[in-house]
Nanobody
Framework: QVQLVESGGGLVQAGGSLRLSCTAS????????MGWFRQAPGKEREFVTTISWNSGSTDYADSVKGRFTISRDNAKNTVYLQMNSLKPEDTAVYYC???????????????????WGQGTQVTVSS
């Protein structure tokens, strides 16, 4: 079992930055692919970014490329999402997700991930 806890959300003005953290319990974090997703009110959950177990591979949604960066620290069982140049359309609940995958394979579909955090709210004001 893996439990995920997100933190770092909040209210920020457009153009500002936030760093989200997701800390995992369980022994499989270091061999798990990790992803960040977001869900705005009335919309489906959408892919933001993902990273392989050893940070060797990453993928980003087009809407966040060049602004967001995913990273991980396996010694701390934590994955990060650095969000810069935030826009009002980035407002959503952000979720981290995990799936045991000791390969470079990445997947942007929510259904591929086995474990989810409870989410953290990010609000960007204009």
């Amino acid at each position: 079992q893996v439990q995920l806890v997100e933190s770092g959300g909040g209210l920020v003005q457009a153009g500002g930055s936030l760093r989200l953290s997701c800390t995992a319990s369980g022994r499989t974090f270091s061999t798990s692919a990790m992803g960040w997703f977001r869900q705005a009110p009335g919309k489906e959950r959408e892919f933001v970014t993902t990273i392989s177990w050893n940070s060797g591979s990453t993928d980003y949604a087009d809407s966040v490329k060049g602004r967001f960066t995913i990273s991980r620290d396996n010694a701390k069982n934590t994955v990060y999402l650095q969000m810069n140049s935030l826009k009002p359309e980035d407002t959503a609940v952000y979720y981290c997700a995990a799936r045991y995958s000791p390969t470079s394979y990445l997947n942007s579909r929510p259904s591929w991930y086995n474990y989810w955090g409870q989410g953290t709210q990010v609000t960007v004001s204009s």
